[in-house]
């Protein structure tokens, strides 16, 4: 065939395009069988401790301000949405999982405009693939926070950005800030980007003064919706308790720097990422490939730039911001470095391909495999084992004490007092503790006579051997910055307490126990026999 017959079917294949709709269906199709054993899951740590509760508490009062849990002051976007969905399909783990899922195959969709936008096809449908798999994206698919939701909106913002659309970028940003309030760290980030390039005189993405300055317009719907909320509650950004855990307690200068450190890890190396990014980088040592006599183009220039601002600032901010140093919280960013990535490697590497397809495959290990050190259970299918250590643990102690008084802590705490959430069938009588340390043990038998049983768990994976473990320092470092403590392992738990464990399961790193108190198993000895007739 003629070069020149050859040149036009690439270009032909190169401008034929699917319909956004089409793909969106496709892509929820694939994401919806991925997650298909997970969907009737009960809720997990922060959906039981605040998301699903505030969206319940909208659907039965028509309240934006949460009234059976303390206010976060999070944005009300994302819980109404899944307030739309219960009152439309009805109120069950299925259709809560459901529902998220179309947020995620939503915000695939804009990975996939976006990356079509400054690259091309090929780095596009291999950036969102990437995406849909990385373990913490593919986690937070299907689980009711408020943190994907985010992430995909201000990846439509950013298309809408790049394809100099101001209008609609204050759109998407907009709904990003009201689906989470941190979300309006990306057009601040791109406005200051915007100034800086006017200083320089370096022409800029949006084509005019006014659409710089449309970049600040998100700030009006959030400052309306703080203020709705210091009108109804007298605070502005959630309790006191919320706001000294996240933003007073974080403000040491040595906290700022480790959380800056681990999220640099977390935005290039967290659990695969680091074969993607270290990838790039020994491809950038090689010459660009060429096509026709001519190299395969680059994302341009002024757009890494943009990307990168967006990165910068989401990586100072959430180091200086946030009581829990969660991966999810880097959600916004991640698209941007795989898709800057798998594009250096298209544009350099010959076997880009199955480069990308080995990060695919260790990405997909990631979902299982846990990794050598401490991590949040959210992150990777870890939080499914969890789910279910908690499932039979709580049905056991709801069939043989159904009249107990339990101990134990959050969120387990919430779990047994809250039968919408999945757990229990009716409401069981709790005392709660802080968490399960020995120091909490031991105080706990100055009032064993208010218990009846103990419902101990792990508030942590631990693996058997952690890569930082024989390290003092970084533990008293995690001790004292971020909370961290050691559980007390369930048999020590009932020695302390004094009473005997009489149930116990343990899996990939994560446990849970049952300690039933000394007079309970002396009632049951005494208890008289009826005689069979």
Not at 392 to 412: I, K, Q
């Amino acid at each position: 065939m003629p070069k020149g017959a050859i040149a036009k079917l690439k270009t032909a294949r190169q401008s034929l395009g699917f319909h956004p709709a089409l793909v969106f269906v496709f892509i929820f199709a694939v994401i919806f069988v991925l997650h298909a054993p997970l969907l009737r899951l009960p809720y997990f740590w922060d959906e039981a401790g605040y998301y699903v509760p505030a969206a319940r508490d909208l659907l039965l009062t028509g309240s934006l301000i949460p009234r059976s849990t303390p206010s976060n002051a999070h944005p009300p976007l994302v819980m109404a949405y899944l307030a739309l969905w219960w009152k439309l399909a009805g109120y069950t783990p299925l259709v809560t999982r459901t529902a998220m899922l179309l947020i995620a195959a939503f915000s695939l969709l804009g990975v996939f405009r976006l990356a079509r936008r400054v690259a091309n096809e090929e780095v596009a449908i291999a950036s969102t693939l990437c995406t849909a798999l990385y373990p913490v994206f593919f986690a937070q698919s299907s689980l009711a926070h408020v943190d994907l939701a985010a992430a995909g909106l201000i990846a439509w913002g950013l298309s809408a950005y790049v394809d100099e659309h101001p209008g609609a970028t204050a759109f998407w940003f907009s709904c990003a800030a009201l689906a989470k309030e941190t979300a309006i760290l990306a057009p601040l980030a791109l406005f200051a980007w915007e100034c800086c390039r006017a200083l320089l005189r370096l022409r800029s993405l949006p084509s005019s003064g006014r659409a710089k300055f449309l970049l600040l317009l998100p700030l009006i719907p959030l400052t309306a919706w703080y203020a709705f909320h210091y009108f109804r509650t007298g605070y502005i950004f959630g309790n006191p308790e919320f706001f000294r855990y996240n933003v007073q307690a974080t403000l040491h200068p040595l906290r700022i720097l480790l959380a800056l450190l681990i999220r640099l890890w977390q935005t290039f190396g967290y659990l695969g990422l680091s074969l993607l990014t270290l990838g790039a980088q020994f491809a950038m040592w090689r010459t660009p490939l060429q096509e026709n006599g001519v190299e395969r183009p680059r994302i341009s220039l002024e757009v890494q730039y943009a990307f990168l601002a967006v990165i910068a600032v989401y990586i100072a901010a959430m180091a200086v911001l946030g009581g829990a140093v969660l991966a999810r919280y880097l959600l916004p960013v991640i698209p941007l470095v795989i898709i800057v990535c798998v594009s250096t490697l298209w544009r350099r590497a010959r076997l880009w391909l199955p480069v990308v397809t080995v990060v695919a495959l260790a990405f997909i290990w990631g979902w299982f495999v846990n990794p050598p050190y401490g991590f949040s259970p959210e992150d990777n299918l870890a939080y499914r084992d969890y789910i279910r250590l908690h499932q039979r643990a709580e049905s056991f102690l709801e069939a043989r004490y159904p009249m107990a008084r339990v101990l134990t802590a959050w969120p387990a705490s919430d779990e047994l007092m809250r039968p919408y959430l999945g757990y229990v069938t009716r409401p069981v009588r709790v005392i709660q503790i802080e968490n399960f340390t020995a120091e909490q043990m031991i105080s706990a038998t100055d009032f064993r006579s208010n218990f009846d049983v103990a419902l101990v768990f792990s508030t942590k994976y631990e693996p058997r051997h952690s890569l930082l473990e024989r390290w003092q320092t970084w533990q008293r470092w995690k001790t004292r910055f971020f909370g961290y403590y050691r559980d007390v392992p369930s048999a020590a738990a009932a020695q302390i307490l004094g009473g005997q464990l009489v149930y116990t399961e343990l899996r990939n790193g994560q446990w849970v126990g049952v300690v039933e108190m000394e007079r309970v198993i002396e009632a049951r000895k005494t208890k008289p026999h009826r005689a069979i007739k």
